[in-house]
């Protein structure tokens, strides 16, 4: 029976000792233990300085090339365990911000900080001493730079965060990517004075109607932070500035996607070509131009125009149409072209060019473009979205 008892007693031991490792990881700054990592113990480019703001839950640390001057927020992890992040410009008229303390390399994965000044001057002036354990970070090793991501010392849960920030980074860059950014980033003003970053987050989700929702991960970002969510129709993507909030309406984007990968799925689709000349009373620009309809049952899903030009620098274009019930979800806009550039006063460098535009269709006739990396920017309008939507009505299979 003692042994019994005595077994127990151990099992529940090791329970709780594995239970601590995880939630009682990190003790506070003085009881961490230092593991020296020297590829760390250098100067570094850095996104936003070290401070005790509670939206500082991402650090972004990128090496500087050879020689380049630390121009902007930089951050200096000194061997001897201190470190300083500071702003600096060229120019003397700014506010220039410095941030001191001490930190800890825990492992190869955590690192801590612990906050001790922040001294201001130039345009501003002041000096403050927190003397705050700004707890760990997860290190997170990236092709070009190093991420320092809060955490509570679960190694799950920080793999996750990092699937969540690289999330963010993907939205946000889908959302620059459009030619008009504002046709998809919705403002809202807030009521005045700031409100708490979770309130401006259930004020904008009540607005578009989301319920059961999550805050995952947040971050910093030049203009304010960052803000991912999951609902139960998938992730969004909000910014917080303290004074307004905005959302990255997707709908219109992901909608054509998954419009254009079911049909492409769709192995069965009939199809047929005529020429445009065949349809249209009125001359057309070139007699090989033509118009090819794909039908899923009885409905048109797809259409492709394809055109040539007789201009020496444009040699043809196809602009491609997904329809669902009759309605324009997505388009682009394919054009082989020659590109021109000056090399020297007698040489012209001539390159043939494959350009791919991009555009998807949102609430009250509204066409949202994404910007293609190409000199040539077609546009897009409802006349020849009805001209071709016209046409296929007249190609009979």
Not at 11 to 35: I, P, R, W
Not at 54 to 69: D, M, S, T, V
Not at 189 to 201: I, P, Q, T, Y
Not at 240 to 251: E, T
């Given at each position: 029976?003692?042994?019994?008892?005595?077994?127990?007693?151990?099992l529940?031991l090791?329970?709780?000792?594995?239970?601590?490792?995880?939630?009682?990881?990190?003790s506070?700054?003085?009881?961490?233990?230092?593991?020296?990592?020297?590829?760390?113990?250098?100067?570094?480019?850095?996104?936003?300085?070290?401070?005790d703001?509670?939206?500082?839950?991402e650090?972004?640390?990128?090496?500087?090339?050879?020689?380049?001057?630390?121009?902007?927020?930089?951050?200096?992890?000194?061997?001897?365990?201190?470190?300083r992040?500071?702003?600096?410009?060229?120019?003397?008229?700014?506010c220039?911000?410095t941030?001191?303390?001490?930190?800890?390399?825990?492992?190869e994965?955590?690192?801590?900080?612990y906050?001790e000044?922040?001294d201001?001057?130039?345009?501003?002036?002041g000096?403050?001493?927190?003397?705050?354990?700004?707890?760990?970070?997860?290190?997170?090793?990236?092709?070009?730079?190093?991420?320092?991501?809060?955490s509570?010392g679960d190694?799950?849960?920080d793999?996750?965060?990092?699937?969540?920030?690289?999330?963010?980074?993907?939205?946000?860059?889908?959302?620059?990517?459009?030619?008009?950014r504002?046709?998809?980033?919705i403002?809202?003003?807030?009521?005045?004075?700031s409100?708490?970053?979770?309130?401006?987050?259930?004020?904008?989700?009540?607005?578009?109607?989301?319920?059961?929702?999550?805050?995952?991960?947040?971050?910093?970002s030049?203009?304010g932070?960052?803000?991912?969510?999951?609902?139960?129709?998938?992730?969004?993507?909000?910014?917080?500035?303290?004074r307004?909030?905005?959302?990255?309406?997707?709908?219109?984007?992901?909608?054509?996607?998954?419009?254009?990968?079911?049909?492409?799925?769709?192995k069965?689709?009939?199809?047929?070509t005529?020429?445009?000349?065949?349809?249209?009373?009125?001359?057309?620009t070139?007699?090989?131009?033509?118009?090819?309809?794909y039908?899923?049952?009885?409905?048109?899903?797809?259409?492709?125009?394809?055109?040539?030009?007789?201009?020496k620098?444009?040699?043809?274009?196809?602009?491609?149409?997904?329809?669902?019930?009759?309605?324009?979800?997505?388009?682009?806009?394919?054009t082989?072209y020659?590109?021109?550039?000056?090399q020297?006063?007698?040489a012209?460098e001539?390159k043939k060019?494959?350009?791919?535009n991009?555009?998807?269709?949102?609430p009250?006739?509204?066409?949202?473009k994404?910007s293609?990396?190409?000199?040539?920017?077609?546009s897009l309008?409802?006349?020849?979205?009805?001209?071709?939507?016209?046409?296929?009505?007249?190609?009979?299979f």
């Amino acid at each position: 029976m003692k042994r019994i008892i005595l077994l127990l007693l151990i099992l529940s031991l090791s329970a709780n000792c594995q239970k601590e490792t995880h939630n009682n990881f990190y003790s506070g700054f003085d009881l961490a233990k230092n593991n020296s990592l020297a590829n760390l113990h250098r100067s570094w480019l850095i996104n936003v300085l070290i401070t005790d703001s509670e939206f500082n839950n991402e650090y972004l640390l990128i090496k500087p090339k050879a020689g380049e001057r630390l121009y902007g927020n930089s951050l200096t992890l000194n061997p001897n365990g201190t470190f300083r992040s500071a702003y600096s410009a060229e120019c003397g008229n700014d506010c220039f911000t410095t941030t001191s303390g001490k930190y800890k390399i825990i492992s190869e994965n955590y690192i801590c900080f612990y906050l001790e000044k922040i001294d201001q001057e130039g345009d501003c002036n002041g000096h403050k001493e927190p003397n705050k354990d700004l707890g760990i970070f997860y290190i997170h090793k990236g092709e070009n730079e190093i991420r320092l991501i809060k955490s509570d010392g679960d190694q799950e849960q920080d793999k996750l965060n990092v699937s969540y920030s690289d999330k963010i980074d993907f939205l946000k860059a889908e959302m620059d990517s459009m030619a008009d950014r504002f046709s998809v980033q919705i403002w809202m003003e807030l009521s005045f004075g700031s409100k708490s970053m979770k309130s401006a987050v259930q004020t904008a989700m009540t607005n578009f109607k989301i319920d059961n929702y999550k805050i995952v991960f947040y971050k910093p970002s030049y203009d304010g932070t960052d803000i991912l969510i999951k609902a139960a129709d998938g992730f969004h993507y909000l910014m917080f500035n303290g004074r307004s909030i905005a959302f990255y309406n997707d709908a219109p984007i992901r909608a054509g996607e998954n419009l254009v990968a079911a049909i492409k799925a769709h192995k069965d689709l009939k199809e047929k070509t005529a020429k445009e000349s065949s349809l249209v009373d009125t001359k057309v620009t070139n007699p090989a131009n033509s118009i090819t309809v794909y039908k899923q049952g009885n409905e048109i899903v797809k259409i492709k125009y394809f055109q040539i030009y007789e201009r020496k620098l444009y040699n043809d274009e196809t602009t491609t149409l997904y329809l669902k019930n009759g309605v324009p979800l997505y388009a682009e806009i394919e054009t082989n072209y020659i590109q021109i550039s000056d090399q020297s006063a007698t040489a012209i460098e001539q390159k043939k060019v494959h350009a791919v535009n991009q555009f998807y269709f949102g609430p009250r006739n509204q066409i949202i473009k994404k910007s293609a990396n190409t000199m040539y920017q077609p546009s897009l309008d409802y006349r020849e979205i009805k001209y071709l939507m016209d046409l296929s009505q007249n190609i009979h299979f």
